[in-house]
């Protein structure tokens, strides 16, 4: 281990010294430029890891990692996790990772960002990282996950000491070329004037405020910290009347808003299926709503099929520039061979950035009631979030602002041990960038 970055020599012959010179990587950097790298992870028998740094397109760097170095890895990080592992329910696991997860422990949470980084971060990624700073640059890194590592949250990754990724580099999802660079794609504009359409904690018909896509937030008080940043949206959050748990946020009613909203605020439920594309999310429409999901009774969920392509009677929808998805598993596209699910769809019809979460979303409720030591204390956990991602989205830059928001979380977290601080929130999020396609 160097900085706690793996040495790629364990894996057979060692490099080159040229390579594992971290420095090298300042060579050619226009002064004033910022450092941006996209990292690709890609599965096969064994991990492959590519990385190319934009001021030296012409020196790509490549490795493989053997499967064996990161399979338990990647376990242990899936039993940390709340979301369901096979034949569990959603309580079973989120009791799991809430009550003896590795998330919730600080000691066991540093262990296993350690284990990831040593078996998933190559040397000379890590040796260039260093280099960079101690040049005083922050780099950025948009990665492209492969389906085993999906889950993977470049934020909590070790490197020296208390150290973690989030402290070197801002990170940013990276989909397909395919899908970023499609012909048709035309990126929809924003201005900090822009409205913003709002679905937050939609009631799902049906469905009632306990139960499985009941409430996520609860009751706002009105003089709560998340009412007052919805509040200073003013006349631009449509649609206009009350914020939270409204039951005519469907479908409809969301095209309308989006129509010439800047970005979409969207707080509630996410429900994965078997293929990307059968992502939904769940809004006020009831069974007859139009569309080609089947109906869960009498609410028919809206897919990221729909949204992408439209279907029976319903046109595909119009993405504004930044779209926040606060939901469960609302980031699983780039856990299938196909990444099309909500994170793509609305990239392709017109989002520019897309923040969304890699795992399942404990409620504050289920914090308070599972998490040694936390109580009352969970108030907020989930709201503070829900703040901070409107918060980056109204900035010139969501990836870095919500990136210093995550420092902040990191350092309180590993300062502290306070579970308030945990990981198992703040570490969900993630953005993907997609800019708007070069025109040749």
Known sequence: MVNGWRDLTDLGAPLPLA????????????????????????????????????????SPRMTLIGRELVTPALHRLARALPSPLPGE?????????????????????QELAGLLTSALIPQWLGAELDALETAGLRPHLRIQLSPSTAQLPWELLSTSGRERGIDMADASVLLPATLRNDPSRTVSPWSPLSPVATALDPAVPGFSATSELGSVLGEVAADSS????????????????EAFRRADIDRLALAEAVADAGRLLYVGHVTASTHALDARLHLSDGADAPGTTPPVGSHRPYSAAEIALGGAGLPPLRAPNRVALIACDSGTDLRFAEPTGLVAAFLHRGAEYVTATRWTLPTEAGLRRLVPGLGDRAEGMLTDAVIAVNAAHESDDPISALGAWQRDQRRLWTSTGDPR????????????????????
């Open 19 to 58: 390579r594992t010179e971290g420095a090298a990587v300042l060579v050619d950097l226009p002064e004033g430029q910022r450092p941006v790298a996209r990292l690709r992870f890609v599965d096969g028998d064994d991990l492959f890891v590519s990385w190319v740094w934009e001021h030296q397109r012409s």
């Open 89 to 109: 329910s959603g309580i079973d696991a989120l009791t799991r990772a809430l009550t003896r997860g590795d998330l919730v422990d600080p000691d066991r949470e």
């Open 226 to 241: 998340l009412a007052r940043a919805v509040d200073d949206l003013g006349t631009r959050r449509l649609p206009r009347g």
């Open 421 to 440: 601080h945990s990981p198992i929130m703040w570490g969900a999020f993630a953005t993907a960038w997609a800019p708007e396609p070069v025109r040749l």
